[in-house]
């Protein structure tokens, strides 16, 4: 199971880090990431990290701005979003397969075995 948190609004600059409980299983032996999706949008990836294999991927949007990691210890993986802009404002979904080949893999939605509710970010100015 994997469970969301953290999302909310904020202003242009701004910062908001993403939480994504996982329960059920050991994460950090699977391969995570998160996702957005925009009304009238197709959900995209934003960045995913396989440790294993010690491959990760970021959006070019994602680039510079967001961090993905995680806390094993915690069971959780964070997607930390700086420089926030209004093209940020979406639906953010953190997911889990349980292996990734590669980041072609990675960056697949469709391929995602798990799947959280969902938190709602909303960046205004």
């Known amino acids: 199971q994997l469970v969301e948190s953290g999302g909310g609004s904020a202003q242009v600059g701004g910062s908001l880090r993403l939480s994504c409980a996982v329960s059920g299983y050991s994460y950090n032996n699977y391969c995570g990431g998160w996702f957005r999706q925009a009304p009238g949008k197709e959900r995209e990836t934003v960045a995913a990290k396989y440790t294993a294999l010690g491959i990760s991927y970021y959006a070019d949007s994602a680039k510079g701005r967001f961090t993905i990691s995680q806390d094993n210890a915690k069971s959780t993986v964070y997607l930390q979003m700086t420089s926030l802009k209004p093209e940020d404002t979406a639906m953010y979904y953190c997911?889990?397969?349980?292996?990734?080949?590669?980041?072609?893999?990675?960056?697949?939605?469709?391929?995602?075995?798990?799947w959280g509710q969902g938190t709602q970010v909303t960046v205004s100015s």
């Open positions: 997911a889990a397969r349980a292996y990734c080949p590669d980041t072609a893999t990675m960056t697949r939605p469709g391929l995602y075995e798990y």
